[in-house]
């Protein structure tokens, strides 16, 4: 009997390990059934989407249509999940329709947390997918339409990690190009950007916000929004300041996906990530995690990173343990192998601890460079490099 292997999620983690299912099973000329489902249609570069802010034009750069990526012997199905029954082994589609599955990887990735801070979720824009920057960029673009000299729009970014340090970087260069009238905040509730990184990095990053004339607010976390103001910090004896704003872009942190709430698998309580040992299985050993939807062991206590980079990595051995699962042979372990950071303000980028150079942190042609070979590394990887290079100017 042909074993179903499932495929739910179309980002660096299910785009990756579909890519890595593919070459497993034409190497071992196995037979297996592959059902890739995913919301949207398209794979979507999502460490580039803050482009998108700046330009909606570069969308077509930054997205592959999943039936490109699919293998001859593979069905893609594009329908939302709502749920994933492990005793019956099926995976519950927003249509009401079920796939069943012999065995199951989860790479949903995440939702944005809100952290229960009163008004956020009403009236912020996240940047979880390109309708979030598209709708950003439309907000930004009328907000500086009704802007003067004397009365600018004001952008307030929420969370001062990569995505809060891209988005504040795209939306000073569309006030650039566009030569509005608009001022940018970056708020971060800890005491620098980019936190719990290197001094070094983190200077670097501020210096290029600051040359983006990016007005950088650390030390206070938000603590209420209304529909036309954030406020910062406050208690019992203090007032909190009132920071004005046309436009609110959070991008704090993460959560677990609410499709997964009551799947049967162990999970995080506060943040509904399940729990994935680093052979990428859960509590259920016919379910297996990855990318932002995981926690995965790497030992002392420690899980691997939400980033792009691991979810690559990881993807790589969780197609091959997908097949070797169905081939009832031992599981391949992993563990994230850091190989730097690369971020970008604008036009300009920040390149730290890059893997196999002699330099910590550095900035000019070689990090903007390494930037967009990474992007074009990838998207060629999935793809082809001739569609890569096709997208390196817009990286």
């Known amino acids: 009997m042909t074993d179903r292997i499932v495929v739910v999620g179309a980002g660096y983690a299910g785009t990756g390990t579909v890519a ?24 979507l570069v999502l460490h580039e989407v803050h482009r998108v802010i700046r330009n909606p034009d570069v969308a077509s750069k930054v997205t592959i249509p ?3 990526l699919l293998p001859e012997w593979g069905e893609f199905r594009e329908s939302r999940v709502t749920g994933v029954d492990t005793e019956e082994r099926a995976v519950e589609l927003d249509s009401g329709a079920t796939v069943e599955y012999d065995y199951l990887l989860l790479g949903l990735g995440s939702a944005t947390a809100f952290y229960g801070i009163d008004g956020l979720r009403e009236h912020s824009h996240t940047l979880k997918g390109l309708e979030d920057a598209r709708a950003i960029h ?45 001022d940018v905040y970056l708020v971060e509730g800890l005491e620098n950007v980019f936190p719990g990184n290197d001094s070094e990095v983190q200077g670097a990053i501020r210096k290029r916000l600051e ?51 009551d799947a049967d698998l162990d999970k995080d309580q506060r943040s509904r990530r399940v729990f994935a040992a680093q052979d990428f299985q859960t509590s259920d050993e016919r379910v297996f995690a990855i990318g932002d939807t995981a926690l995965i062991d790497q030992g002392d206590e420690t899980v691997a990173p939400p980033t792009a980079q691991a979810a690559w990595q990881a993807a790589e051995v969780a197609g091959e343990n997908l097949l070797r699962a169905s081939q009832e ?33 550095f900035g000019g042609f070689g990090a903007k460079f390494l930037k967009k ?8 990887s999935i793809t082809s490099l001739g569609r890569g290079l096709h997208a390196w100017n817009d990286m």
């Open 138 to 182: 439309q907000s930004v673009k009328e907000a500086a339409a009704d802007a003067s000299l004397a009365n600018p729009a004001q952008v307030v970014v929420g969370g001062a990690g990569l995505s809060g340090i891209q988005a504040a970087g795209e939306v000073a260069e569309y006030r650039d190009e566009h030569h509005v009238n608009l």
């Open 211 to 261: 040359e983006a004339d990016v007005d950088i607010e650390c030390g206070e976390f938000i603590s209420k929004v209304g529909e036309e103001t954030v406020y910062l910090g406050g208690g019992e004896d203090t007032d909190p300041e009132e920071m004005p704003y046309d436009v609110l872009i959070w991008t704090g942190g993460i959560t677990g996906q609410e499709e997964l709430a």
């Open 66 to 68: 999943c039936s490109s």
């Open 373 to 380: 070979a990474v992007a074009t590394r990838w998207i060629a």
């Open 20 to 43: 890595s299912l593919e070459k497993e099973v034409e190497n071992a000329n196995a037979d297996v059934e592959l059902v890739w489902i995913n919301e949207n249609d398209y794979h």
């Open 329 to 361: 042979q031992p599981l391949e372990t992993w563990r994230y192998d850091d190989k730097g950071t690369l971020i970008s303000v604008g036009e300009k980028a920040i390149a730290h601890d890059v893997d196999g150079l002699p330099f910590g942190t």
